[in-house]
């Protein structure tokens, strides 16, 4: 990508995290949030501007800097404005991905969108595929659906970064006699949906004869959120590689 591509895509992605009012309702709560978090730091509202621009936020738990972080009073104000601004960012990346998505579903919904595909079929020839290729159909609309998690290197990377943080977990659960908080990194890489998969797991573990069973059912659970966060990080790379390739006069 060339030098002056980057500001172009810079303010694309903005554009796309205001372009709609979901986006921008789903800036200012985020933004509100960070804004009550300091006023009320003890509560556990503090949790929620993590979860609000989960996943990328929570990358900032594995930083050396960042809240807690001692050496005086400048080096503290540095790490809370750093953590903060990373927060914010992390909030314009979703947004983005939010206004992309929107976005795409307003084309496909417009008229001109649907008269450029081709013609309608007969009744005769479209019970004819149905009945002959069902399985065929259903496999295609997946491949369309987990398309952008794979067919970019923003969707691929953040993938290869879920299957490892699940790798080191199931290791861990499995063959360490004590796992730690092993579970913590795919928690935090597949967040938000992940605390979902750690609510279905928790029965199993809670059970003693299941409790084998409880890390298979949050790694299924965690992977299914990593291929949603990575579908919905591909919609918006589409989004900007489509800008790209038709600039806006």
Known sequence: ????????????????????????????????????????????VAMVPLLL?????????????????????VVEALAIGFWTVWLLLSAVVNAAVLGALLTRSATAASPGFRGSFPRAWAPSEREATDTARPASRRLQRTRALLAPAVDNWLARGYLALVAASLGFFLYAAYLLPDPGFAGIWPLMTTAPLSIVALLVAAPAEWASSLDWLSPLIFSAGATLSGLFNAVLLGLLARRLRAQDAHPAA
């Open 53 to 73: 621009t989960a996943p990328l936020s929570f990358l900032t738990m594995v930083l050396p800097f960042g809240p807690g972080t001692e050496g005086g009073g």
């Open 1 to 44: 990508m060339s030098n002056a591509s980057r500001p172009r895509r810079l303010r694309r992605l903005l554009a796309l995290a205001t372009g709609n009012w979901p986006a921008k309702s789903y800036l200012a709560v985020s933004a509100l949030s960070v804004l009550v978090m300091f006023f009320v730091p003890e509560s556990g």
